[in-house]
């Protein structure tokens, strides 16, 4: 440890990409100083990484980007569905689907929905939002060194753009710096998975021409088949920026320089199959498909997330947001160790948590990019055949088996083949409209800065015991009744208790995640000391 040290820190994050922008985000809403280091000079110029599940945008809501995000987005609000095509001129066109919420039943499950904006839109969003919570962010700014002992980390940070040298001391260490992570390789964190997927070229360019060839097609993303000249067709403005993904072939010796701007406008071209376009290549930039998982996800006081934790194909997005929903998880419990609400344990959770999703996930990403026959992927036996089915069981329906949950089936799938938020412990708490105090809201609103306990209105057993709960453990335990004349009144005579899977006599206690943490069925002889045992042990204190 070293004691003379320039600036004293409990969190710092290294990367400021989408997964440390969210970190920073949350720990400023949980009121948790930290400092974020970025080596770039500004957040992401390139439009990609633009797919935001439903779960993430529910984050984001409860952080109070959301409304941000969606203007930010906006000029892509009408794009849905994914098209499959030998050219956008020909007859060999499929719909893989038309609609990413076909008749809006995803409102039965959720008060937020998918959101298409791209990363260059997005980081901005995070950026000032996180700094308006308080984050310390600074960018040209690279950790040259760590030192992780038992009681914190020692960090050398370095200005990229003044050369001046800053020694840091924090008592955790996030680490969001990239699949590349130098923070992971010095871990010495292995990782398992099939490795590299494909290799694509991202080029951006403009075209006024080709928006009257897409018509009024207002796909995400377009597939285009043709054997001569595949790739992937994303609007940007749906006027006239693009981007394409043309396949990269380094291991037959094709390198980046083989790709002049001659060679991609023709490649667009015949990919489109409208060879006189106009076509403009404004900016080109390599990436790697690739389905690898860190065999831990930390070590001495650092935690990994986001694609320093695990890479995925970018089929569904599931990558990015995945990373978001990692620091989500991790945010909360630091808050709660740093503020001496919960012990150290707390934080092993992380791993046993999120660990088994980026699994479960990462191989949902291959199984989707082979169903939809992605550019340049030609799956190997045994990656990408894993079971199919829909994106929202895997976006919103996964669950955490071993962790900081009790009374969970340990044995049941991370993932299950369909949708079932019903309360069960270790899953999404169920989202209810209900009225409190006279304003709309879901129950979803109500988690992230504490536990919740639910329970009928009509009895205050529950809510008594909570109150003493909290004040025997010195944490904030927000407890609700919920029914008619109640703290919180359910829309249109909705049963909370049905939909928590519960009875009027039982309790629902919720984590700060929105995460079902553990369920009463029924009454208990002794609320407080059943919930007592509850919240001790899910914060790891005795």
Not at 319 to 334: E, P, R
Not at 389 to 407: D, E, F, K, N, Q
Not at 423 to 438: C, E, K, M, Y
Not at 457 to 482: E, T
Request: proline fraction near 6%; aromatic fraction near 6%; hydrophobic fraction near 40%.
């Amino acid at each position: 440890m070293n004691e003379n040290v320039d600036l004293r820190v409990p969190v710092l994050i290294v990367g400021g990409s989408l997964v440390g922008l969210s970190a920073s985000l949350f720990l400023g809403r949980l009121g948790i100083e930290h400092l974020l280091v970025e080596k770039h000079p500004a957040t992401s110029t390139h439009p990609r990484g633009r797919g935001n599940n439903v779960r993430t945008m529910e984050v984001f809501r409860t952080a109070g980007a959301e409304q941000r995000i969606r203007k930010a987005a906006s000029v892509l609000a009408e794009n849905h569905g994914i098209l499959q095509a030998g050219s956008l001129t020909g007859d060999d066109q499929e719909w893989l689907f038309k609609e990413i919420d076909p008749g809006g039943g995803l409102a039965r499950f959720s008060p937020s929905g998918w959101c298409l904006c791209s990363q260059n839109d997005l980081e901005p969003v995070l950026l000032a939002q996180a700094r308006e919570q308080g984050g310390d962010i600074r960018f040209s700014t690279e950790m040259m060194t760590f030192d992780p002992d038992g009681s914190g980390v020692d960090a050398a940070l370095k200005n990229r753009e003044t050369g001046e040298h800053i020694s840091v001391r924090a008592d955790y260490l996030i680490a969001a710096d990239g699949p590349r992570s130098p923070i992971r390789e010095q871990l010495r964190i292995g990782q398992s998975g099939p490795g590299d997927l494909f290799h694509n070229v991202s080029i951006t360019f403009r075209s006024r021409k080709l928006a009257d060839v897409v018509g009024d097609r207002r796909f995400i993303v377009c597939y285009l088949t043709n054997p001569a000249a595949d790739g992937a067709l994303l609007p940007v403005d749906n006027e006239k920026e693009w981007v394409f993904h043309a396949p990269w072939q380094p291991e037959r010796g094709e390198t980046l320089e083989d790709f002049t701007d001659e060679r991609c406008a023709e490649h667009i071209r015949r990919a489109t199959g409208a060879p006189d376009i106009d076509v403009e290549i404004t900016g080109k930039a390599p990436w790697h498909a690739a389905e690898r998982v860190a065999e831990r996800y930390g070590r001495d006081r650092v935690f990994l997330a986001g694609d320093s934790a695990h890479e995925m194909s970018p089929t569904g997005a599931f990558g990015s947001n995945t990373g978001i929903q990692d620091a989500h998880n991790l945010a909360w419990k630091l808050a709660a160790v740093l503020r001496g609400e919960a012990g150290p344990r707390l934080l092993d959770t992380y791993e046993a948590e999120r660990l088994p999703v980026a699994r479960a996930t990462s191989e949902r990403a291959s199984s989707r990019s082979a169903e939809h026959s992605h550019p340049g992927f030609a799956p190997a036996p045994g990656v990408g055949g894993g079971k199919k089915g829909g994106l929202l069981p895997v976006a919103l329906g996964y669950r955490y088996v071993r962790g900081a949950v009790v009374g969970v089936d340990a044995e049941q799938p991370v993932v299950p083949q369909g949708l079932r938020l019903n309360g069960d412990p270790g899953s999404r708490a169920p989202h209810l409209w209900v009225r409190q105090a006279g304003e709309r809201k879901s129950t979803l609103d109500l988690y992230e800065r504490s536990f919740v306990l639910l329970s009928d209105g009509a009895d205050v057993a529950w809510r008594r015991a909570a109150a003493r709960v909290a004040d025997r453990l010195s944490v904030r335990l927000d407890a609700f009744g919920i029914g008619a004349g109640s703290d919180l009144e359910p829309e249109n005579g909705a049963d909370w208790a049905q939909a928590h899977g519960t009875s009027a006599e039982g309790a629902v206690l919720v984590r700060p995640d929105a995460f079902v943490a553990w369920r009463s069925e029924g009454s208990v002889t002794d609320p407080e000391t059943t919930l007592y045992d509850v919240l001790a042990s899910l914060l790891s204190r005795g």
